[in-house]
C-alpha cells in the first residue's frame, strides 16, 4: 500500500476563531517578503517575527497569517521537527498579547509530483493571459491528487507551481490529531490506487 498524503489547511470554519493579521518585522512595519514562508524553499528572516490579531477569537495550534503563512504552536511544531526535520523552518513569532511560543514553519521543498491526470481538473496558464513568466504553471488545480512515483523521500512539502498547498504525510496527519492540535483541516491527496 503507498504512503497517503493530506493538504493541510488552517480551517476557517471554526466559529470563533481568531483571525492573524499581517507579519510585522521588530519595528512594526509589514515584512517585505512575506513569500518566501510559503514558496516551498529555504526562507531567511534575521530577527522576531511579530504577528497582531486581526480579529480576536480562540486561539488556534495551527493558522495561517496573510498570504497562507503558517503560524504554529510550539508543541504543533515538536511534531514537524521529531517527523520530518529535514523538510521544515521554523521562525519565532511574537503574537500580540499571546504568552504562548509560536512559529512560522515554512516548508523547504517543492516537489513536482501532481498527477494531472488523476486530479479532477488542472488548468495552466496561457500566452493569452498575460503573465509569460507563469506559462506552463498550474492556474488551477481541482480535485488534486499527487503521482507517488514522484514525491520521494519528504514528509512535508509544496507541489511545485501549485505552492498554495502544504502536503504532509499521513504520520503527521494522525500524530497532529492524536495531539489534539486545533485549526488543522486535512484532505486526502494520496494517489489514487
Known amino acids: 500500500m503507498s504512503q497517503r498524503y493530506f493538504d493541510l489547511s488552517d480551517d476557517v470554519y471554526l466559529e470563533g476563531r481568531w483571525e492573524l493579521?499581517?507579519?510585522?518585522?521588530?519595528?512594526g512595519l509589514k515584512l517585505h517578503n512575506p513569500w518566501q514562508f510559503r514558496m516551498?524553499?529555504?526562507?531567511?528572516?534575521?530577527?522576531?517575527?511579530?504577528?497582531?490579531v486581526k480579529i480576536p477569537g480562540t486561539v488556534l495550534d495551527y493558522s495561517h497569517a496573510?498570504?497562507?503563512?503558517?503560524?504554529?504552536?510550539?508543541?504543533?511544531a515538536s511534531i514537524f521537527k521529531q517527523l520530518a526535520p529535514d523538510d521544515v523552518?521554523?521562525?519565532?513569532?511574537?503574537?500580540e498579547g499571546q504568552p504562548d511560543d509560536f512559529l512560522i514553519m515554512n516548508a523547504v521543498h517543492r516537489v513536482n509530483c501532481i498527477d494531472d491526470e488523476a486530479s479532477?481538473?488542472?488548468?495552466?496558464?496561457?500566452?493569452?493571459?498575460g503573465l509569460p513568466e507563469k506559462v506552463g504553471t498550474y492556474f488551477s488545480v481541482w480535485g488534486m491528487h499527487l503521482d507517488a512515483l514522484r514525491i520521494g523521500s519528504p514528509k512535508?512539502?509544496?507541489?511545485?507551481?501549485?505552492?498554495?498547498?502544504l502536503i504532509?504525510?499521513?504520520?503527521?496527519?494522525?500524530?497532529?490529531?492524536?495531539?489534539?492540535?486545533?485549526g488543522v483541516r486535512f484532505k486526502d491527496v494520496s494517489p489514487l490506487r
Not at 516551498?40 to 497582531?52: L, Q
Request: glycine share 4%.
Open 66 to 76: 496573510p498570504f497562507s503563512i503558517p503560524v504554529v504552536h510550539v508543541r504543533v
Open 156 to 165: 512535508v512539502f509544496r507541489p511545485l507551481h501549485w505552492e498554495v498547498s
Open 168 to 182: 504532509v504525510s499521513e504520520d503527521i496527519k494522525l500524530a497532529l490529531e492524536r495531539l489534539g492540535a486545533t
Open 89 to 95: 523552518q521554523f521562525f519565532p513569532v511574537d503574537i
Open 120 to 129: 479532477e481538473e488542472v488548468r495552466y496558464w496561457m500566452p493569452k493571459n
Open 40 to 52: 516551498g524553499r529555504p526562507a531567511f528572516w534575521p530577527e522576531r517575527v511579530r504577528i497582531p
Open 21 to 27: 493579521g499581517h507579519p510585522r518585522d521588530a519595528q
